[in-house]
């Protein structure tokens, strides 16, 4: 078996390691770190780092080698002059390097692997140039990293000690390991002589802001009698510093994990594995949304991830997510992808007056219908500008936390959401390559979508055709008679355009109503949006 896999998150390289236990222990999540120069560090002991493991010695981890095509840039805080002439300058990238890591690795990986995510269990290790940038990770994001590996730093760096005898203490939550061979930079004539000297007045300054005594049980710092700046003797202190950084069978870790297993008892919060949410606000409405994230595990396809985006995610989110997580389990599931919910900032599984308005377009009240409850209608409107949302932000942004094919990528709404797919065909069809309406309202503002859904892709048949492009129609069989005239209708109307490439597909299931029909509907629209190339199309 190939013991690492080779991943690509933002188009930086990653070289991942599981521990032995990974595959055999599928209920155990594992600490993390984050290793730079591709990993090398660990590549070079992984031998002696596994026997650690099974011994019990080491806390087995996952290692996550990120590569640097250009390591003067991302190591480095801030730009200074080369240190020899005809040599490269250091460019100062570290910061977007970091939060880089932080914001877009660090999640895809706690997406695809078995993580404790938390920045307790997560460290960030280098060497060198590599050591230097994981120190500023400890000042700039100790909010993802919680541990750091610093294995000889390059603290001759221009105003690196400067800066760290400037800054205040470190946080009390970081744990960091920093060593220095006693041989550093002996014979260099540039600013690398200062290597030993500043390593320890660093560790010193750390010392002296020790406000709470702690600092003795965070910090570990060694001068390595005899060893020179290079891979080997890094390497040789790597093991040495996971076991401080992840410490293994300690009496107060045992007794604090205790803890947590009681409280367990009391209140036990599920989730679905692999699924994830954040809020994000639009830039042209400022209107923010609730969004949640299922990232299938193991590693993606070949040509990235088909995404499913659905709407009303506080609804649909987690029925979508167990459905695909359940589904597309090999040898004979759908090729699994990742399912966006987007939805509100709500325990309520619909979100009433939000929805009204992003789902809608403006409406000609005389055109509305009575509501049930004979109150007002909610604003309407907001369909364009929620769909730039979704095109121009939302999408960007899962391009830059996971690898995505592109040419798969489909739209689910129910109901409000059904008309709003139907919208966003009609507006942006190449957005999409298969929208699903499910019970879509297609009465809403008299019914013009009868008219301008098949103009408009009459019109694209004629100029581009519509190969690639799907639909699909999907009712409950009780629900009013008008709803199921319509989409019928709509389905009638749209036949030509088979001829164009639409792959068309209309189902009104037996015995369910307007909101029963979400639950049957799902296996029937993942099999359309997810199929495998060359299984069964669908008529």
């Not at 020899?84 to 997406?111: H, N, T, W």
């Not at 049980?217 to 890094?234: A, C, E």
């Not at 959401?417 to 008299?446: K, Q, V």
């Not at 749209?494 to 979400?518: I, K, M, N, T």
Request: with cysteine; hydrophobic share 40%; aromatic share 10%.
């Amino acid at each position: 078996m190939e013991r690492y896999s080779h991943l690509v998150a933002a188009g930086r390289k990653l070289l991942v390691y599981v521990p032995p236990s990974y595959r055999t222990a599928p209920d155990t999540r594992y600490p993390v770190a984050y290793v730079q120069d591709g990993g090398e560090l660990f590549d070079s002991c992984v031998n002696q780092l596994e026997h650690l493991f099974r011994q019990g010695k080491l806390q087995e981890t996952i290692f996550v080698g990120v590569a640097s095509p250009n390591r003067n840039d991302d190591y480095t805080p801030w730009p200074a002059e080369a240190l020899q002439e005809g040599k490269p300058s250091f460019g100062g990238g570290g910061r977007a390097y970091v939060d880089e890591l932080a914001d877009i690795v660090k999640p895809y990986i706690d997406g695809i692997y078995r993580t404790l995510p938390e920045a307790g269990h997560t460290a960030i290790i280098g060497g060198s140039l590599g050591g230097l940038v994981a120190m500023f990770a400890g000042y700039w994001r100790p909010d993802a990293f919680g541990r750091l590996g610093l294995l000889s730093p390059s603290l001759w760096y221009d105003g690196a000690l400067r800066y760290v005898e400037e800054q205040p203490a470190l946080a009390s939550s970081l744990r960091v390991f920093m060593s220095v061979g006693s041989c550093e930079g002996m014979y260099k004539q540039n600013a690398q002589r200062h290597m030993v000297p500043h390593t320890k007045r660093a560790y010193a300054a750390w010392m002296s802001k020790d406000e709470d005594g702690g600092h003795a049980n965070r910090l570990r710092f060694i001068v390595s009698d005899g060893d020179t700046h290079d891979l080997l003797s890094m390497a040789r202190r790597l093991p040495e510093a996971l076991a401080w950084l992840f410490p293994s069978g300690r009496a107060e870790e045992r007794s604090a994990q205790a803890a947590l297993a009681d409280a367990a008892i009391e209140r036990m919060t599920y989730t679905i594995p692999g699924t994830d949410q954040w809020v994000m606000r639009a830039a042209r409405t400022g209107r923010e949304y609730r969004i949640y994230t299922y990232v299938p595990p193991g590693p993606p396809p070949g040509q990235g991830y088909p995404v499913l985006y659905s709407l009303d995610g506080n609804a649909s989110f987690g029925s979508l997510a167990e459905a695909m997580r359940l589904q597309a389990r090999p040898p004979h599931g759908f090729e699994p992808g990742i399912v966006v919910g987007i939805g509100y900032d709500s325990d309520e599984p619909i979100v009433s007056e939000r929805r009204f308005y992003d789902y809608t377009e403006k409406a000609d009240p005389a055109k509305l219908p009575e509501r049930p409850n004979r109150a007002a209608w909610p604003e309407t409107g907001g369909a364009d500008g929620f769909l730039a949302f979704i095109e121009e932000e939302l999408k960007p942004a899962m391009e830059r936390r996971f690898p995505i094919d592109r040419e798969r990528q489909s739209l689910f709404g129910h109901s409000l959401g059904g008309w709003f797919a139907l919208h966003a065909l009609a507006e942006r069809p190449e957005a999409f390559s298969a929208y699903i309406a499910g019970s879509p309202s297609i009465w809403w503002n008299g019914s013009a979508i009868l008219d301008r859904l098949p103009h408009a892709l009459r019109r694209l048949q004629e100029s581009a055709g519509l190969s690639g492009m799907a639909l699909y129609i999907g009712m409950g069989a009780d629900e009013k008679p008008s709803m199921k005239a319509d989409a019928e209708r709509l389905h009638a109307l749209l036949q030509p355009c088979r001829a164009g490439g639409l792959r068309l597909h209309y189902r009104a299931f037996e015995g369910e109503g307007h909101v029963s029909v979400v639950h049957p509907m799902i296996s029937d629209m993942l099999r359309f949006t997810m199929r495998r190339e060359g299984e069964r199309a669908w008529s």
